[in-house]
């Protein structure tokens, strides 16, 4: 064993342990062996906000998260105690976050004003808007929707308890309604789940290819802006613009898929 980081026969004990006894010895042992979880997650979400924010208070409120999920968690079911508990510590982050208000206004008005523009275009051209149409439909210079983007970059905060409408079947819940236990996924869910990935797997298909490798290497590789921006020998600020660009053009096109929906049913 090397410091606090368990072997994988002393993790597996320690993990069936505290199944069967929730013993805190057994849980303070999984929470320091995951904890570079929660570190790493706080670095990457760190370089994007602003220089005020104390990666530590973001480290202390991904503990909570870290925590909740040790505690839900279910051993035998198939699913990675990482790819589990990922969207609680990120969740426990962003919902810190929400509390801080730490977004001006201003910032959250531009950004739901590029949101609707390219809503509006992609729905217009039924693809992709380009960053000259949106500028137009905004009635500004391309200079300045680059300043603008460069304004509004920070991370778009969603909570896991944020609650989320499904119109096809016509209720209500949550995210982290949805990623606790797949066990309990209904058919109509896996349904919606999987019509969903398609149409995101096609839309990203249709980015520019600098912006697949920045939404591969930020989401699936977990390198940090500046990490990424090494990769591609541009500065970090201009990875964060291309990351907020591929960004508003996905959701917009999600929202494009939704609106084809209503539609044909």
């Known amino acids: 064993m090397e410091g606090n980081i368990l072997e994988d026969s002393e993790l597996r004990s320690t993990w069936e342990k505290y199944v069967k006894t929730r013993g805190q010895q057994e849980k303070n042992k999984l929470i320091i062996h995951y904890l570079p979880l929660v570190k790493a997650t706080a670095a990457r979400l760190s370089v994007s906000l602003p220089a005020h924010i104390n990666i530590d208070d973001l480290i202390s409120s991904g503990v909570f998260g870290l925590i909740s999920a040790i505690e839900r968690y279910k051993l035998d079911t198939g699913t990675k105690f990482k790819s589990f508990s990922n969207l609680r510590i990120y969740g426990s982050m962003l919902d810190e976050l929400r509390n801080l208000d730490w977004v001006p206004r201003s910032i959250r008005s531009k950004s739901r004003q590029i949101q609707e523009a390219y809503n509006a275009v992609q729905q ?142």
């Not at 896996?190 to 995101?200: A, C, D, G, M, N």
């Not at 980015?207 to 939404?215: A, F, R």
């Open 124 to 265: 217009q051209k039924g693809r992709f808007a380009l960053d000259s149409e949106v500028a137009d439909f905004l009635g500004v210079t391309f200079e300045e929707f680059t300043e603008m983007i460069n304004k509004t970059k920070i991370v778009t905060i969603t909570s896991l308890d944020a609650k989320i409408y499904n119109h096809k079947s016509n209720n209500t819940g949550s995210f982290s309604d949805v990623v606790e236990d797949k066990k309990t996924f209904t058919a109509h869910f896996k349904l919606s789940k999987q019509e969903t990935k398609e149409i995101l797997v096609n839309a990203i298909e249709e980015l520019s290819k600098q912006e697949k490798i920045v939404l591969t290497l930020y989401y699936f590789d977990e390198l940090t802006l500046k990490e990424i921006g090494e990769v591609l020998s541009v500065t970090e600020s201009r990875v964060s613009q291309i990351h907020s660009k591929a960004i508003h053009r996905l959701k917009a096109r999600l929202n494009l898929s939704e609106v084809s929906d209503y539609a044909t049913n």
